[in-house]
């Protein structure tokens, strides 16, 4: 006879990722020649759900490093940068309860076009984040009541024997000598 019991576990209830494109201008001091290199770095984020939308916050340092003068010297702009995206979760099921939002970065900030222009540099930051929504879902199981027989086990060792001497009598001296050629 079988019949039906509930669990209550925490599952994922919605998934999704999307692809973020931030621009961004600095303002020089000194007429910039030439970009030598972008770093984005120490990113951080969190997630909050707000109604039927997930606001993630976060901040990244960017490193920008440039020539001037003619490129005879160069500098570094160091800026941090804060961010505020809203993602819209699509409908999931009503019954679930004791939601949470994990948030993954799937592609790490990273600079993906710079250009100079009148004593300003302009660079874009793309970034992906991975959202997952996490809740309290019930499952409903069959569980059957009849217990399942019982397999008799058999020794394969006489029982005056130890495990040790049959082991003993496996081994062969010359185990070794045949198996190098």
């Not at 576990?9 to 000194?30: M, Q, R, S, W």
């Not at 770095?41 to 440039?66: A, L, P, R």
């Not at 699509?90 to 600079?111: A, F, K, M, Y």
């Not at 540099?121 to 984040?129: A, F, M, V």
Request: contains cysteine.
């Amino acid at each position: 006879m079988s019949s039906y019991k509930e669990i209550v576990t925490k599952a994922v209830i919605g998934k999704g990722k999307k692809l973020f494109t931030t621009d961004h201008v600095v303002a020089l001091k000194e007429d910039a020649s030439t970009i030598l290199g972008c770093w984005v770095i120490n990113h951080n984020f969190h997630g909050e759900k707000v109604g039927n939308q997930i606001i993630i916050s976060g901040s990244y340092d960017v490193n920008i490093w440039y020539s001037y003068d003619n490129d005879t010297k160069t500098d570094v702009i160091k800026e941090m940068q804060n961010y505020r995206e809203v993602v819209r979760m699509r409908n999931h099921d009503e019954d679930v309860t004791g939601e949470q939002i994990i948030v993954r970065s799937l592609q790490q900030p990273t600079c993906s076009d710079i250009s100079i222009s009148n004593h300003e540099i302009h660079y874009t930051i793309e970034k992906e984040l991975g959202i997952e929504l996490v809740g309290d879902v019930k499952v409903k199981i069959e569980t059957n009541e009849d217990e399942d027989p019982w397999d008799e086990i058999v020794d394969d060792v006489d029982q005056n024997e130890s495990a040790a001497d049959v082991i003993d009598q496996e081994l062969r001296d010359d185990f070794i000598e045949e198996n190098t050629i």
